[in-house]
């Protein structure tokens, strides 16, 4: 078991390196630097308190004297006496150092990052206004009881309308706060997801992953990591520093309240929160664990719903409904057994957070009758007792009260951190040293050897090849001798084993696959892609249509803005088709087409390669048919054993073998 110590250090470590770069940049900072600046914001919120309720009581006292006497009872002494001692120099000398702090790192808090530490000066603000109301109101529950004790019915109404003050003051401060606070977590997250976005689209990321494999469990449901992962993080993030800091100015603002009240209960209240605490975080550590897995667990049954989703048709064709719901109830399977689990452990952690509040509740009875009946104490000081002891017991009791969701909590720090380090720790295809753009217009491969990545094995050794303009390479070999892998090396998605490989440059290398890309959008953001649709016309793209033997789409969708499941609606050989449209308006020197044309008859075949022909357009081709090499001037064999030949394609005969 490890030791619970080195876990919370390394989860602040993993905390650290997912909130704080909102705050302040990481890179250049400290931890310490960090807790200076949540210092400063304490020293200049307080200051602020002070100067706001200084104000407060002046502007009452001259404007309306009665509702200050009547209102604020004490209230002006107290302040008064706040700047008549060393309290007041203390504070303010606090504000200053503060303010110069957020000065000194004026240059460290650009790019909106001033924003978030406002919203929290402002939520800390709030939380000890209504901390401060929450205080005085345990007074006025003890002179309402003194008051009735009494038969004093004119202080009774009295303070009845003081009470009623606060509660109208208290209203609108919390409803300010409940805004802010997830305001503040909803911009968190729109900044962490789309840092997270960014890295995932960055240098292929999303490409060198692999979600599949069941042996890396940091980078499993990408799409939930960077959706809900970071949503789940920010607000429990925000909720978790807003309940401790209102936690901990609970504990010292009633504390105070209590000791004044019985020093015996203060202890007793002490040892026994610890005692509590204690207990629930040991039993609770399993919860961590639980909970972890079973977001993996609901992301893979999500996951498996989806593939089915996407792959509807296919499923229907082979009537495999049979198999894939085995496989999605087996998905939905191990969510259930280990939620199964997870409610057990909750259901025991429930037990005994309700018998530690249970048990609470006769603490203040049992200490504080004895001094009552000796009449050390008047009566009201049993509900102001009850008061300050259930605020500072529950701010003390704040982990035992919030076991479940910090558990949750951990969990998705473990799961959005390691996503977020696995991707910044892939390696940077375009930083290889021995990969580069050909600004001269050509493909050259230079005792190149094709490997797929994470493995030893060597498809194609050492080949030598150059292709120029309006050069036409066609690809031939038998199946699984490295076809495609080629093309993958020489579009730049894998790295070279070895020698060299350089590529024209961004934009002007295009790869159209067997299984054309459809994207989520318009027919006209389909021929666009991945330019921008304002690029072109929509004659343009009509004529393009009409040029690759569409035309009949034009008919069934003249509207060229409609969105439809273009992948269910369109044959795979109208799907081939229209990346050829989609090649032709991007337009780049050169083309990679792995069997690109399979799903398409002869004639239409002849047609699309003679498109690319009267564009001048290179390529490099992958097929099986021997009427392809019409339209190459090379074809590059692969004999399936790492080795390779060049010979002229208006010589070569394919093997009917």
């Not at 639980?290 to 229907?316: C, P, T």
Request: proline share 5%.
């Amino acid at each position: 078991m490890s030791n619970p110590l080195q876990t919370l250090r390394i989860q602040l470590v993993k905390l650290q390196r997912l909130a704080q770069p909102y705050f302040l940049p990481i890179e250049d900072s400290n931890p310490w630097q960090f807790l200076l600046l949540v210092a400063a914001l304490l020293g200049i919120v307080v200051g602020l308190t002070l100067l706001l309720l200084t104000g407060l009581v002046a502007a009452s006292g001259a404007l309306i004297p009665q509702l200050q006497s009547r209102f604020l009872p004490g209230v002006p002494e107290r302040v008064a006496g706040i700047w008549a001692g060393p309290a007041g120099a203390l504070v303010m000398l606090a504000l200053a150092s503060s303010i110069a702090c957020f000065v000194a790192f004026r240059n460290k808090l650009r790019q909106g990052r001033w924003l978030p530490w406002l919203l929290l000066g402002v939520i800390a603000l709030l939380l000890l206004v209504l901390n401060g109301i929450n205080v005085g109101i345990s007074f006025i529950a003890r002179n309402i009881d003194n008051a009735q004790v009494a038969y004093d019915e004119p202080g009774f109404w009295r303070i009845i309308s003081i009470y009623g003050f606060c509660l109208i003051l208290a209203l609108p401060i919390r409803t300010l706060q409940n805004y802010i606070i997830p305001k503040l977590g909803l911009l968190w997250r729109e900044w962490l997801s789309k840092r997270l976005l960014d890295r995932y689209m960055s240098d292929r990321a999303y490409y060198q992953l692999n979600p599949n494999d069941e042996s890396n469990a940091e980078v499993d449901n990408p799409d939930q990591r960077i959706s809900e992962d970071a949503r789940n993080f920010t607000g429990t993030s925000l909720d978790f520093v807003v309940g401790v800091l209102e936690a901990l100015l609970t504990f010292f603002s009633f504390i105070i309240v209590l000791w004044s009240i019985s020093k015996s209960l203060t202890l007793a209240l002490i040892i026994y929160a610890i005692g509590g605490t204690t207990l629930i975080i040991f039993i609770g550590r399993k919860l961590v664990k639980l909970n972890y897995q079973q977001l993996k667990l609901e992301a893979d049954f999500r996951y498996g719903l989806v593939h089915i989703r996407d792959n509807a048709e296919s499923i229907a064709f082979y009537k495999g409904e049979a198999q894939e719901s085995q496989e999605a109830q087996r998905r939905l399977g191990g969510a259930i057994q280990n939620f199964d689990r997870l409610i057990i452990w909750q259901a025991l952690i429930n037990m005994i957070r309700r018998s530690y509040d249970y048990l609470s509740r006769f603490l203040p009875w049992i200490v504080i009758a004895p001094i009552y009946f000796a009449k050390k104490v008047d009566f009201g000081v049993f509900s102001q007792a009850s008061i300050a002891f259930g605020m500072v017991f529950g701010s003390v009791s704040f982990i035992v009260n919030n076991i479940d969701q910090l558990a949750a909590f951990s969990a998705s720090i473990n799961r959005l951190e390691g996503f977020q380090s696995t991707i910044e720790s892939l390696p940077v295809p375009a930083l290889e040293a021995k990969e580069r753009s050909n600004h001269s217009g050509s493909i050259l491969l230079r005792d190149a050897s094709v490997v797929p990545p994470g493995t030893n094995q060597i498809l194609v050794k050492n080949i030598n090849l150059e292709v120029g303009p309006s050069q036409r390479v066609l690809v031939v070999g038998p199946s699984g001798c490295g076809k495609t892998s080629l093309l993958r090396l020489v579009s730049g998605l894998w790295p070279s084993g070895s020698g060299e490989v350089e590529r024209p440059p961004l934009g002007e290398l295009m790869f159209i696959p067997q299984k054309p890309y459809m994207l989520l959008g318009s027919l006209r953001e389909q021929l666009c892609y991945p330019l921008d649709k304002a690029r072109f016309s929509d004659s343009q793209l009509r004529n393009v249509l009409e040029e690759v033997n569409l035309a009949g789409m034009i008919n069934r969708y003249p509207d060229l803005g409609i969105q439809q499941d273009w992948p269910r609606l369109l044959s795979l050989g109208e799907q081939q088709r229209l990346a050829f449209a989609r090649l032709l308006l991007n337009s780049p020197q050169f083309a990679v087409l792995d069997e690109a044309t399979s799903a398409l008859d002869v004639a239409t075949e002849r047609r699309l390669y003679g498109l690319l022909a009267q564009r001048e357009m290179a390529f490099i081709s992958v097929g099986h048919r021997p009427t392809l090499t019409a339209f190459h001037n090379t074809v590059l064999q692969l004999d399936g054993s790492g080795g390779w030949s060049l010979l002229p394609a208006a010589n070569y005969v394919f093997d009917p073998t």
